[in-house]
């Protein structure tokens, strides 16, 4: 069946409408990051950039790490962008842009997000790097798609809503795992995580400025939220998207974030882009080395 033009969009180069890359501009490895400035990060590690792609907050490059093509490409900010990224980047690999036909071999590709994000546990030290086993859904976006329920653990995600006592004009969160694979990879260098992904910087991470919120005690709530052995590490932006639409796509998928703050001791770290660099270093050494 052939795609509509109107719902996958070509550019006139050859590029997928958003991201500006073209299918064979794209490695099989990826690196997300939030921030297009980050993408400068990686590029000494490149041995070479086979090329560079800007369009609005979506920035790339393409290039070889020793014996691994990679692309490094920024995503902005929120889920909603995710949902450009992560649909767009199953595109380039796994449909035929001259037949607009979805191709008889499946292509999966290794997604993996650096970012920051906010400890909320008081034993997580500033500068940790969280790597989310399980990212928690808030923003709502797998709720659209259909079969959002083989991504989710209902009864993780039953239980928390409990606990929280989740307000019902809230879109119902969704437990999305990330790769075992990268799980794996980077568990002897990370602090295991169950991560918040939310739907904004301030009130839906507890942050009250001027407006007061709908669960006042949210913060302490889902900090003392328990499923056996797990526990609710920290907050970010992206990562549930990441990991949801993954598993749905047949893609490996992971988040590792620093966390630049600690919302449980009230406290955060600004210069924090000296650790950041240490995370891209073992991002990239790990990648090579796996």
């Known amino acids: 069946m052939k795609i509509p033009a109107s719902e996958l969009i070509i550019n006139g180069d050859g590029s997928v409408f958003h991201l500006h890359i073209k299918p064979e501009q ?4 990826i690196i997300l990051v939030g921030d297009p400035g980050r993408i400068a990060l990686f590029e000494p590690h490149f041995d070479a950039v086979e090329c560079r792609n800007a369009s609005r907050e979506f920035v790339s490059a393409t290039g070889f790490v020793e014996n691994k093509r990679v692309t ?16 767009e980047l199953d595109a380039l690999a796994n449909v035929d842009f001259s037949t607009r036909e979805v191709k008889p071999e499946h292509r999966t590709l290794n997604i993996l997000r650096i970012g920051t994000c906010g400890a909320i546990q008081p034993d997580i030290p500033i500068g940790s790097f969280i790597f989310s086993h399980y990212s928690v859904g808030c923003d709502g976006l797998l709720n659209w798609y259909a079969d959002r329920d083989k991504v989710t653990n209902l009864d993780m995600e039953e239980k928390f809503m409990k606990h929280v006592g989740y307000d019902r004009h809230l879109a119902t969160p969704y437990f999305a795992k990330a790769s075992d694979k990268l799980i794996k990879i980077f568990e ?47 907050f970010e932006m992206e990562g549930s998207a990441i990991a949801g639409m993954a598993r749905h796509l047949g893609h490996e998928a992971g988040t590792v974030c620093c966390a630049i703050a600690n919302r449980h001791l009230k406290s955060s770290n600004t210069d924090y882009k000296p650790r950041m660099q240490e995370l891209v270093d073992l991002v990239m050494h790990k990648l090579v080395e796996n």
């Open 188 to 234: 002897k260098d990370t602090v295991p995580g169950m991560t918040i992904s939310a739907q904004g910087f301030y009130g839906p991470q507890g942050r009250v400025i001027r407006m007061p919120l709908a669960i006042p005690d949210m913060i302490d709530r889902i900090e003392s939220f328990r499923y056996g052995d797990l526990r609710i590490t920290n």
């Open 26 to 29: 794209l490695a099989d490895n």
């Open 72 to 87: 490094v490409l920024s995503t902005g900010i929120g889920t909603d962008n995710i949902d450009i990224v992560m649909t």
